[in-house]
């Protein structure tokens, strides 16, 4: 594999800091949210907002999308919509006396799906090989998606009814779940000012193009992970399968992803190689929505965070500055 020079960074770091400083003009005071969304882009992920109405999270994924130039749509999940009504349909053309396949609104660089768990089961799986495979089978044919590709899905954790639960095995699809949280009082003022009258949203411009992306997913590849790093991966994950409190633990996927959004965070932060701080500080975006508690470990109290934290504390951190990949 090919090392990641320092020219090749600053490069990244350039189109990172622009991308996250023009999406911050939106969400304001949620920096290290931000950050978290286009590190899950140049790793080429899907992520789940999940919080509460009205902090953003459709804001935030349709500002990301607009800062990077590219295609963009939007699915607002409803109870009556169909898995045609995402990926597609064929429609007879008279014309020419055949099917003409009219693209769904998944044919996009980013696709936003919003209230994702108020559509039903079988309309929720019609994202599955789109977001594992980056393709749409439709009547037999196979149809690539544009790179890159990425879903941001956004639901509400409290309301429930007339909602469907995300299956585990979508859940396992989504590299992250993000939650934005209230902003902080002068914040929250600040946006008083700033938003009041009319949305900063509006006047948002393109700060990168889909082939600058496409650059920084390549330079993000190249991070180097060592070896005694690729253990302490494995070592988390284990764990969380291992923990007596743990019922469902993380999948190999998962271990995966901790990876590449390592390697693209250590490039946002000038590094061509991978650190454990890295894996901290991403274990539980990547790492909570995957784990399933037991029920006497629930009624004790007992967190899927604090399981994660106690696991972290538990393992052995590797010596770091290795650049040696394997």
Known sequence: MNEANPARIDIFGQHFNRVVSNVETVIQGKREVVELMVLALVAEGHVLIEDVPGVGKTQLAKSLAKSIGGAFNRIQFTPDL????????????????????????????????????????????????????????SDGITRALELPFMVIATQNPLEHEGTYPLPEAQLDRFMMRVVIGY?????????????????????????????????????????????????????????????????????????????????????????????????????????????AMRPEAQMRGETVTDLIDDILGRLRVPGTTSRIAT
């Open 82 to 137: 169909l898995p045609s009504d995402v990926t597609g349909i064929s429609v007879w053309d008279r014309d020419r006396s055949e099917f003409e396949f009219k693209p769904g609104p998944i044919f996009a660089n980013i696709v936003v799906g919003d209230e994702i768990n108020r559509a039903s089961p079988k309309t929720q799986s019609a994202l599955l090989e789109a977001m594992e495979e980056r393709q749409v089978t």
């Open 183 to 291: 902003p902080s009082r002068e914040k929250e003022l600040e946006i008083l000012d700033t938003h009041g009258i009319r949305s900063t949203f509006y006047d948002l411009n393109p700060v990168a193009t889909v082939e600058e992306v496409e650059e920084m997913v390549t330079i993000a590849r190249e991070v180097a992970v060592s070896q005694s790093v690729k253990n302490y991966i494995v070592d988390l994950v284990e764990g969380t399968r291992l923990h007596p409190d743990v019922k469902l633990g993380a999948s190999p996927r998962s271990a995966l992803f901790l990876q590449r959004l390592a390697r693209s965070r250590a490039a946002s932060q000038g590094r061509d190689y991978v650190m454990p701080d890295d894996i901290k500080v991403l274990a539980q975006p990547v790492l909570e929505h995957r784990l």
